[in-house]
């Protein structure tokens, strides 16, 4: 390797380190939320419902619609280097608020309803800092990597994710130990209460969980300092020298003063109205989003200990680790086939896989059949995920749009999955726990995953008759794509 591709790679891997706390921080709810739902429900001044901890489970999504809209701002106004840094430090603020959100104003382990606003507050700081990340690495990495390997260095991007969803379920299950997580049962009026045994988990366990993420957001605020300003925003900027240093070392000297020229040429492009291709370009791009997450995937991703124990499995936090081995390897699968298979098929495929899966587990919870049975189903249903919607939607929103929209259409689409990652997070536990005539719990257990197999049905569907394939098009197709299609 020579020293051109040891700097890209190494600035390229602190970016990265940025997608891996983006999965970090949105998969450590899995772990934790049951000890947090123990913690709350000994309060003394109000009542922590079923829908109060669906909240405060997916609280921080809200913090990831606000960073995903403030973003393009941030990168504009400070740079995509300076928005980094913010969004690591409210990765920091939050991993240190969330383990003690009782910090100067309340009590240590008394809970009450202020202490859970404080609570949900850190985690909607730490939301902030997704929603940053979300948008801003992959854009440091795409203004950084030359054009023969943007493609796949972006793609890596996708994978800290899920690996990061992998370090922290091991995490968890390392934290957790040889303690139990909180058994909640209901009693007959109908409210909760936690059964004893497990009482660490409640009042501690549950708080080194969150704190954990500290370690790699401090070590990413650190390593994002020693790297570059992009050398698109430095030209855009009018620091042509400071892009020249950085394309040299990257590309070489020669190379580097053509790339600036292209970049100086585009840095003025003109920018067009949103509808100015029609609609449907945008409404695709937003239910590329909107099935991303429609499908239920984060339902499980943050609540898959939860979902192992109500079948029966002995340790639900070794499935959960299982699990995440199984995602990463899908994810790498995606990798190095997209160029070749294409877009569409594997959506396509993807999504009929996670029909089986999650029409199979509904299956499960009405027919009598070993625990064994209903992990393998949903272990098809995330890993079909992973090689489909979890990259392939990221991919697809970063080239469906024409040139002249496409920072407006991104952000439109963006938004809209996060908002749709609340939506779905949200309202899991209630609908998991939906407890009607003779199958009582098991009805809602049966529902929430019939339900996402007909959405993953529908999401197929979609793709079928109405995403085109971009595989092997450039930019600029797209753009004459949707021109011809308004004619």
Request: hydrophobic share 50%; aromatic share 14%; glycine share 10%.
């Amino acid at each position: 390797m020579n020293a051109q591709s040891r700097y890209l790679y190494n600035i390229v891997l602190v970016a990265v380190l940025g997608g891996l706390l983006f999965g970090y921080d949105t998969a450590v709810i899995s772990g934790a939320e049951k000890g947090l739902q123990a913690f709350f429900l000994g309060a003394d001044d109000f009542y922590y419902s079923e829908f109060m901890h669906g909240f405060t489970s997916s609280s921080a999504l809200i913090g990831c619609i606000i960073g995903s809209a403030l973003s393009g701002f941030l990168a504009s106004g400070l740079g995509r280097k300076k928005t980094l840094f913010i969004a690591g430090s409210l990765f920091f603020l939050s991993a240190l608020g969330s383990f003690y959100p009782e910090f100067l104003f309340f009590e240590q382990g008394d809970p009450s309803r202020p202490l859970l606003r404080a609570f949900n507050a850190y985690r909607i700081l730490g939301g902030i800092g997704v929603g940053l990340a979300s948008a801003i690495c992959p854009m440091y990495i795409g203004e950084v990597a030359p054009a023969n390997s943007r493609g796949r260095l972006v793609s890596w991007n996708q994978f800290a994710i899920i690996f990061g969803q992998l370090v922290v379920y091991f995490v968890n299950f390392v934290i957790l130990g040889d303690h139990m997580q909180p058994v909640v049962e209901k009693t007959a009026e109908g409210l909760m209460t936690v059964l004893p045994g497990s009482e660490w988990m409640t009042e501690s366990g549950w708080r080194y969980m969150f704190v954990s993420e500290a370690i790699p957001a401090g070590l990413f605020m650190l390593l994002i300092l020693f790297v570059p300003e992009t050398p698109r925003y430095l030209a855009m900027n009018g620091r042509d020298k400071e892009a020249l240093i950085v394309l040299s070392r990257i590309n070489g000297e020669e190379k580097a003063a053509e790339i600036l020229r292209e970049i100086k040429a585009t840095a003025t492009e003109k920018t067009e109205r949103l509808l100015t291709y029609g609609p449907m370009v945008i409404f695709i791009g937003i239910m590329l989003s909107v099935f991303q997450q429609a499908v239920g995937i984060n339902a499980v991703l943050y609540y898959a200990p939860r979902i192992f124990a109500s079948v029966d499995m002995a340790n639900p936090m070794v499935q959960t680790v299982i699990m995440g081995i199984v995602n990463i390897s899908f994810t790498l699968l995606t990798v190095f086939t997209v160029e070749k298979i294409g877009r569409r098929p594997l959506l396509i495929v993807g999504s009929l896989g996670m029909a089986v899966g999650a029409i199979a587990f509904a299956i499960c919870q009405i027919v009598t059949l070993p625990p064994v049975v209903s992990v393998l189903c949903i272990m098809v249903y995330t890993a079909c995920f992973m090689f489909s919607w979890g990259p392939i939607c990221w991919v697809l929103i970063a080239e469906i749009f024409p040139n002249t929209i496409r920072s407006a259409g991104v952000a439109v689409a963006v938004a809209f999955q996060w908002i749709f990652n609340f939506i779905v997070s949200s309202t899991f536990v209630p609908l998991y726990n939906m407890r009607i005539g003779a199958l009582g719990l098991r009805f809602g257990h049966m529902f929430v995953y019939l339900l996402y197999g007909i959405i993953c049905l529908i999401a197929a569907w979609f793709v079928w008759k109405l995403v085109p394939e971009t595989k092997g098009k450039s930019l600029e197709d797209m753009t004459k794509l949707w021109s011809q299609k308004q004619k």
